[in-house]
């Protein structure tokens, strides 16, 4: 193995981990510890600690965006500059990127919305719409999903 191939390694373990930490731990959040805080009693309490915890996990998503970011651009040269970049691997690249550009903006709003003031009763049910945590888990998956076919497409290109 040579210091490319190294490099290549560590980004897609990178990349690999930094979907572990947004999605692992945006689901637990949204649908676990979401669903215990808001059945406590204590709504100060509840709140306190979901900004809390909101903000710490704000400051990982952050660094899994840059890690993203940096992983990503290196893994999509390489791919592009093989003879395994199809035009259908290019369509769904495209599309998984925007996807996951989408992702970043909900994420910077989610941010921003809980910095300016705690969400409850009816304002944060309206809310949720196209920029919820909850969309959020499904562009993931769905992300997740069009890797799976992009590595697919790839290995199949290669052996044509």
Known sequence: MNAADLLLVVMRWAHGMATIVWLGGGAYSTLIQGRQLRQL?????????????GAEFGRWVNAAMIVFIVSGVILTVDRLASRGATVEYGIVLALKVGLALWMFGIAQGLARRRRARPAT???????????SPRTLLWLGAIVVLLAAILKTLYEHALVR
């Open 41 to 53: 009693e204590d709504r100060e309490t509840a709140a306190a600690i979901g900004r809390a915890t």
């Open 121 to 131: 009763g009816r304002l944060a049910m309206a809310r949720q719409a196209l920029g």
